[in-house]
């Protein structure tokens, strides 16, 4: 190992980072997305100690992007486009390559992170009128380390990988599963333990983590960005009031389990890179390929799945008749396809803990009201799986080659797309009926309550996002070339509608169209406005209302019928209208 070569390396990565225009997109999402939010609103400011808990959760979600940008192409980038091997040639290591890398995305990762917590000191001096330096920065150092452990973590991946699009995938597998948020680990492991151990799956705060049986603490911390975050909290509290929120022996074992997190991946990344053939493909035999050799007709690929039809088969019938054709074996495929075969059993396994943990006889919380939670918490997950299933549909096939084979066929590209739309449609929307029978049933079984009505209007619910999502990202995979690009494009347009119009659009039509009106936007109750129909032009506000109509927290619904029928209008309409763009650009497209 020398340290001129990591130098070299460090300097050459930086120059092209710099350049990077993923890079770009991300600092500038976390800047438009973050920044606005971040001042408290006019009137007495909140304690500082609630302020800095409240912009460091949402860096703790807007930084992971950032970082995802920067590491998840270090290595892997060079490997696809020839220039490991280059390197290789010359005096260099496969350690100073990995090294360097790690260094130079690592470093830069401070950038951008250091840059928003300068402009968040400056709002807090321009709010409370003195800097708060040293709980500030207390936090600021804990978010510094939290994004780059996450760069961390994406160079690790990076290095174990073949494809950009396998490291996406890898970095949003292990994001879905330690999120402190929504994640398996919290939703699952931590509810399921509880309830065999202690007869109770309840969350445990700061205040009763410290008073909870040893297992369930160290069970808790044992998930590294949950213990990020009890770190943090409990650092700024010892700042702020001079009282830590846990006592030293888990704050010990917190912060083993977090460097853990940043530390290992990396080790043991470098050591299996150094031995690494890198002229074979290391994810050519991976578990989803075996999962699906075990499988009876799982696997293969539409091409194979068609195979067996002759061309006379598809000369003789009518344009109904391929478009079924198409449709059924794509079925097949999709569902001995590894991704969705994984995705299918985290939706039921998440759905089953969702509801078995969040739903008990109680006189304090209605039965409604524990629907609509469970509701609240799936429709996030319908939608991440409707995005699963359509973002490979056709840039898998057109990425792999076997479109050609098949457009050389008597099968137009209508017939080709239609087939696939079908196809990712009815699977999305039978597996979320399959959920919400597994959801009832277990609804059934812990209150002993049907509420037919409520987990109808769930299921409707569930069905309409899976829906359109399922449009938006399959006419995304129509567009693009790769994988790769299809799931950039899908993540992209999750946080459009989601957090970029949260925090960039809403508060726009609220400044320039409401008259700083927040009511006016965001108020269900309200009768049709410009500024409401702006706002719900997103499907995810549309669906949120629809949720709300049918679902309603306390008593009758209070969202006027005008605003609930626009809502379903929006949801058809973006529906149909990604579905017709992916057309025309999949028509023009040169395969």
């Not at 999709?334 to 396994?349: C, K």
Request: charged share 15%.
């Amino acid at each position: 190992m020398s340290a001129t070569a990591i130098r070299a390396i460090v300097r050459r990565d930086l120059r092209q980072m710099v350049q990077n225009k993923v890079v770009w997109g991300a600092v500038l999402l976390l800047a438009v997305v973050y920044l606005p939010s971040v001042r408290p609103p006019s009137g007495a400011p909140p304690p500082i100690e609630t302020f800095l808990s409240r912009a460091a959760y949402d860096l703790v979600t807007y930084t992971v992007p950032v970082s995802v940008a920067i590491g998840y192409n270090a290595i892997v980038g060079d490997r696809i486009q020839g220039r490991l091997r280059t390197l290789f040639g010359l005096p260099l290591t496969r350690r100073d390559v990995f090294l360097g890398n790690a260094i130079s995305r690592i470093s830069l990762t401070a950038v951008p992170v250091v840059a928003v917590l300068l402009v968040t000191q400056y709002i807090v001096f321009d709010v409370y009128g003195t800097l708060h330096v040293v709980p500030f920065w207390v936090m600021g150092g804990w978010i510094l380390t939290y994004a780059m452990s996450w760069t961390a973590v994406a160079v690790a991946l990076s290095a174990r990988v073949s494809s950009r699009y396998t490291a996406l995938v890898a970095l949003f597998g292990v994001y879905l599963l330690l999120s402190p948020k929504f994640g398996v680990w919290v939703s699952v492991v931590e509810p399921f333990a509880s309830q065999a151990l202690a007869g109770s799956s309840g969350a445990l705060s700061n205040d009763t983590l410290a008073q909870a049986p040893w297992w369930h603490q160290f069970l808790t911390l044992l998930n590294p960005l949950t213990a990020c975050w009890r770190l943090l909290q409990s650092s700024v509290a010892a700042m702020t009031t001079g009282q830590s929120l846990l006592p030293v022996s888990l704050l010990a074992f917190a912060l083993a389990s977090f460097l853990g997190f940043a530390t290992l991946p990396l080790r043991r990344s470098l050591t299996r890179f150094c031995r690494k053939d890198l002229t074979v493909d290391p994810d050519a035999i991976t578990l989803a390929t075996r999962l699906r050799r075990r499988l009876p007709g799982g696997g293969g690929s539409v091409l194979h799945s068609l195979a067996d039809i002759s061309d006379g088969d598809r000369t003789g019938k009518g344009p109904l008749s391929r478009i079924y054709l198409v449709a059924s074996r794509d079925v097949r495929h999709a569902i001995g396809d590894g991704p969705v075969l994984t995705g299918t059993l985290v939706l039921f396994v998440f759905t089953a803990s969702t509801v078995w943990t969040t739903t008990e006889p109680s006189s304090i919380t209605p039965v409604v009201a524990q629907v609509t939670f469970v509701s609240d918490r799936l429709t996030t997950t319908a939608l991440l799986f409707g995005a699963l299933i359509g973002h490979r549909a056709v840039a898998a096939e057109r990425q792999s080659g076997q479109l050609r084979t098949l457009l050389g066929k008597p099968l137009t590209r209508d017939e080709l797309l239609l087939g696939k739309a079908s196809s990712r449609i009815v699977l999305g929307v039978g597996m979320m009926l399959a959920c919400s029978i597994l959801a009832k049933l277990i609804f059934v079984f812990r209150l002993g309550e049907v509420r037919f009505v409520a987990f109808t209007a769930w299921t409707l619910v569930a069905v309409a996002g899976v829906v359109v999502i399922t449009c938006l990202t399959l006419s995304m995979s129509a567009i693009t070339r790769s994988t790769y690009r299809a799931i950039a494009g899908t993540l992209g347009i999750l946080v459009l509608f989601s957090q970029v119009w949260k925090s960039l659009v809403t508060p726009a039509i609220e400044a320039t169209i409401a008259g700083d009106s927040a009511a006016i936007v965001a108020e269900r109750s309200a009768s049709l406005s410009l500024p409401l129909v702006l706002n719900h032009l997103s499907p995810f506000v549309a669906l949120d209302t629809i949720e709300h109509a049918l679902l309603p927290s306390g008593g009758g619904s209070s969202v006027p019928p005008g605003v609930l029928l626009y809502s379903v209008g929006i949801v058809v309409l973006v529906s149909a209208t990604a579905l017709y763009l992916g057309r025309v650009r999949f028509m023009k497209a040169d395969l």
